[in-house]
């Protein structure tokens, strides 16, 4: 058995340090130099038996833990600059699979060029719950839910769907897209797609005054799993684009106008899947008809 403060003496050395790093792990709190006048803050756990289960490799649960946060500093805009992480271990978790879930928090967070400071950890009888919390800065202007107008056209910067067959444990945070896209007046809100589009759409328009959105599902991006799943059902496939949730692209809306070229975006996301309306709920045109949608995706249910 390891001692936690045994354990927690070796993570200085495992997740290295970095310029900006004042004091790092291994006192009661870390201490770092903020990098800009506003600093980007963003906190999600990631639960056994909700966000993955006991089955799936624990350095992929390890990635999805800090990508998941650095998915919402890039629908702010946000650089990842620092990251603390709690660890909920059940008792008897094995060593080989806390190094592996260490490894992949590492991992997630060198690619993003972001370091792990600090944190907590304990054990207890319940599931693994592993909680980040990532500190960002802003290059530019913050990107935010509130500001979309009537006749805004909507884009994603990826494919929609079937995310459960994989890729909500391996996706890859758009933060570069998200410093782009902060930049470019014509866009007016942005959103990590989450909960599923529909849900998440719903939220933002919510956010910029209650308006509404019409969505053409013929130019709706459907990932290959959603197609998969669907074992060849075109209306379903749709459905799984539209409600699965855990897609981790973001959601924009801009001024009809072209942005500029150049930039990480593809050809794909630069172009639309619908425009923001005047008049509340949202709306799908499909196989030559219009029709209201209800806002669909997963939710927590609070007692």
């Known amino acids: 058995m390891v001692e936690e403060r045994a354990f927690t003496a070796t993570l200085a050395q495992f997740f290295g340090t970095a310029r900006g790093l004042r004091i790092g792990i291994g006192d009661d709190a870390a201490v770092v130099k903020n990098r800009a006048g506003n600093s980007v803050l963003c906190c999600d756990p990631v639960v056994q038996g909700v966000h993955f289960t006991a089955q799936d490799p624990p350095h992929d649960v390890g990635r999805k833990a800090v990508n998941r946060n650095l998915s919402d500093l890039a629908a702010m805009g946000a650089v990842a600059d620092w990251l603390l992480v709690s660890l909920v271990l059940p008792r008897g978790f094995p060593a080989r699979r806390r190094h592996a879930l260490l490894s992949g928090i590492r991992s997630a967070a060198r690619q993003a060029k972001c370091t792990v400071v600090g944190g907590d950890v304990a054990t207890s009888k319940g599931p693994l719950v592993v909680t980040v919390t990532a500190v960002g800065h802003l290059p530019g202007r913050a990107l935010r839910r509130s500001g979309a107008r009537p006749g805004d056209t909507l884009h994603v910067t990826g494919p929609l769907g079937g995310?459960?067959?994989?890729?909500?444990?391996?996706?890859?945070?758009?933060?570069?897209?998200?410093?782009?896209?902060?930049?470019?007046?014509?866009?007016?809100?942005?959103?990590?797609?989450?909960?599923?589009?529909?849900?998440?759409?719903?939220?933002?328009?919510?956010?910029?005054?209650?308006?509404?959105?019409?969505?053409?599902?013929?130019?709706?991006?459907?990932?290959?799993?959603?197609?998969?799943?669907?074992?060849?059902?075109?209306?379903?496939?749709?459905?799984?684009?539209?409600?699965?949730?855990?897609?981790?692209?973001?959601?924009?809306?801009?001024s009809p106008r072209a942005l500029p070229a150049g930039g990480p975006l593809t050809s794909r996301a630069r172009r639309p899947i619908g425009r923001v309306l005047a008049e509340r709920g949202l709306w799908l045109v499909h196989e030559g008809g219009r029709k209201r949608v209800l806002h669909e995706g997963f939710q927590h249910a609070l007692a």
């Open 163 to 254: 995310s459960r067959a994989g890729h909500h444990l391996r996706f890859r945070p758009a933060l570069r897209e998200g410093v782009w896209l902060a930049r470019q007046r014509a866009v007016h809100a942005a959103i990590d797609v989450s909960d599923g589009l529909l849900l998440d759409l719903h939220t933002l328009l919510s956010a910029s005054g209650g308006l509404g959105a019409e969505i053409d599902a013929r130019a709706l991006p459907i990932s290959a799993a959603a197609r998969r799943i669907a074992r060849g059902d075109p209306r379903s496939a749709l459905q799984h684009a539209l409600a699965d949730g855990e897609d981790h692209v973001l959601l924009w809306t801009q």
